[in-house]
Nanobody, 123 residues
Framework: QVQLVESGGGLVQAGGSLRLSCAAS????????MGWFRQAPGKEREFVAQ????????YYADSVKGRFTISRDNAKNTVYLQMNSLKPEDTAVYYC????????????????WGQGTQVTVSS
């Protein structure tokens, strides 16, 4: 079992920045892949970014590439999502997820989820 708690969401103007954090507990954090997903009202949950257990492999959705950075600190059992140059279309609930089997692109393949944190970008 992995328990995940996100923080860092909020309201920001377009062009601004936010850093999301996801604190993990339970199963050995350094052994699991971590991902960030988001879900806007009326839309399906979508992939944002993911990182493997060591941090050596990172992948991003095209829509956030060059603006968002995923990172992890295994000593602190925490994964981060640095979001720069935010746009109104980034507005969504952001979810942290963990998967012991490795990296997957589809949210349905991730086993453990946080409760989500709201990010709202005003124009």
């Amino acid at each position: 079992q992995v328990q995940l708690v996100e923080s860092g969401g909020g309201l920001v103007q377009a062009g601004g920045s936010l850093r999301l954090s996801c604190a993990a507990s339970g199963r050995t954090f350094s052994a699991v892949a971590m991902g960030w997903f988001r879900q806007a009202p009326g839309k399906e949950r979508e992939f944002v970014a993911q990182i493997n257990w060591s941090g050596s492999n990172r992948y991003y959705a095209d829509s956030v590439k060059g603006r968002f950075t995923i990172s992890r600190d295994n000593a602190k059992n925490t994964v981060y999502l640095q979001m720069n140059s935010l746009k109104p279309e980034d507005t969504a609930v952001y979810y942290c997820a963990a998967e012991p089997r490795g990296l997957y692109w589809n949210y349905k393949d991730y086993a453990y989820w946080g409760q989500g944190t709201q990010v709202t970008v005003s124009s």
